[in-house]
């Protein structure tokens, strides 16, 4: 394990945070499997009352038992979604921790704020918050000092007296620095190196601030976000996606378009908001997009088949 400026004390001390999130966590997964076999068994057997009694039932009580399924089939397919969450929490929690003291607070003393890709909690304990929080907005923007973030309560000011980053695989702790306000370039070429795949990734541990500024804004009706090739435009545009399904209670997945360059993008950017815990969004070329409305056409010029074009010559008068 890589340890940076932190004394065997602070060392020991994350280690048992860290066993104390994973018992906490597995003690979850082990209810929700549970709870989902439980469901199953209860959506089972609603089917088979339907099916042995439909001659006895009318169309109403069809209808009534057939939302009934459909209400536990919802509520299991979520419990699933959740435990798919606790699955990856199991092999690694949090990514990164601040210490907030707030200027008006019950006590002087700061707050320890875990972040991570899922938020964990238990009996009203929060054990890590959702990068998408509020109050996370303090890890990607600022070091330590003077800090604040938007709550539902209002701007809440106070001060960052701690901030630290975590490598953490197979729920071991493998990597544990301090830092101030930007993640550590030897870390950051690490998780870069590591992240090289057919298909993108999420970005959740190396968001920088003015990244956060776009996926947390939410005053701003349209938004254009200009940027050169490989700047990241695409992996801003996707956490912000997962940033308002999550900040928007009313917003669902398919409320959300995207138009892709072709299948093929679609299908490399396909991970990333299933990685984020939320379902991929509706996807579509603008030549298909066209198509389906402009009827006036047979063809439509598209990227990769251009139209014919005729070129008239014209000689020059002798």
């Known amino acids: 394990m890589v340890n940076m400026n932190l004394t065997p004390e602070q060392l020991e001390e994350e280690k048992k945070y860290l066993e104390e999130v994973m018992k906490v966590v597995k003690e979850l997964y082990d209810k929700n499997s549970d709870s989902i076999d439980s469901q199953i068994d209860s959506i089972q057997e609603l089917k088979k009352y339907i099916w042995d009694n439909i001659s006895e039932l009318d169309d109403m009580e069809v209808a009534g038992e057939m939302y009934n399924v459909n209400t536990n089939v919802g509520y299991a397919n979520k419990r699933i979604a959740n435990l798919q969450q606790l699955r990856k929490s199991l092999y690694s929690p949090y990514f990164g921790r601040i210490d907030f003291k707030r200027d008006k607070g019950r006590s002087n003393k700061p707050r320890k704020i875990y972040i991570g890709l899922n938020g964990i909690s238990k009996d009203m304990n929060h054990f890590v918050f959702d990068w998408r929080t509020p109050i996370a907005s303090l890890?990607?923007?600022?070091?330590?000092?003077?800090?604040?973030?938007?709550?539902?309560?209002?701007?809440?000011?106070?001060?960052?007296?701690?901030?630290?980053?975590?490598?953490?695989?197979?729920?071991?702790?493998?990597?544990?620095?301090?830092?101030?306000?930007?993640?550590?370039?030897?870390?950051?070429?690490?998780?870069?190196?590591?992240?090289?795949?057919?298909?993108?990734?999420?970005?959740?541990?190396?968001?920088?601030?003015?990244?956060?500024?776009?996926?947390?804004?939410?005053?701003?009706?349209?938004?254009?976000?200009?940027?050169?090739?490989?700047?990241?435009?695409?992996?801003?545009?996707?956490?912000?996606?997962?940033?308002?399904?999550?900040?928007?209670?009313?917003?669902?997945?398919?409320?959300?378009?995207?138009?892709?360059?072709?299948?093929?993008?679609?299908?490399?950017?396909?991970?990333?908001?299933?990685?984020?815990?939320?379902d991929n969004v509706l996807q579509t070329t603008f030549s298909d997009f066209s198509k389906s409305y402009i009827k006036d056409y047979k063809n439509i010029e598209s990227f990769t088949v251009p139209t014919k074009i005729s070129i008239l010559k014209i000689s020059s008068p002798t």
Do not use: W
């Not at 101030?180 to 590591?194: A, G, K, P, T």
């Not at 968001?207 to 005053?219: A, M, P």
């Not at 435009?233 to 398919?254: C, D, Q, W």
């Open 139 to 278: 890890f990607y923007n600022y070091g330590i000092g003077n800090a604040s973030y938007e709550a539902p309560a209002g701007t809440i000011n106070g001060e960052v007296t701690l901030k630290r980053q975590y490598k953490i695989a197979n729920g071991q702790l493998e990597r544990c620095f301090e830092s101030d306000l930007n993640i550590d370039d030897e870390y950051l070429q690490e998780i870069l190196s590591n992240a090289s795949s057919e298909k993108m990734t999420n970005i959740v541990k190396t968001i920088q601030k003015e990244q956060n500024v776009i996926i947390r804004n939410v005053v701003d009706k349209y938004l254009i976000v200009q940027g050169i090739a490989g700047s990241g435009k695409t992996s801003v545009a996707l956490h912000r996606i997962a940033y308002l399904l999550y900040a928007e209670k009313n917003l669902t997945s398919n409320n959300v378009l995207i138009f892709s360059p072709n299948d093929v993008f679609s299908e490399y950017i396909s991970n990333v908001l299933p990685e984020l815990g939320e």
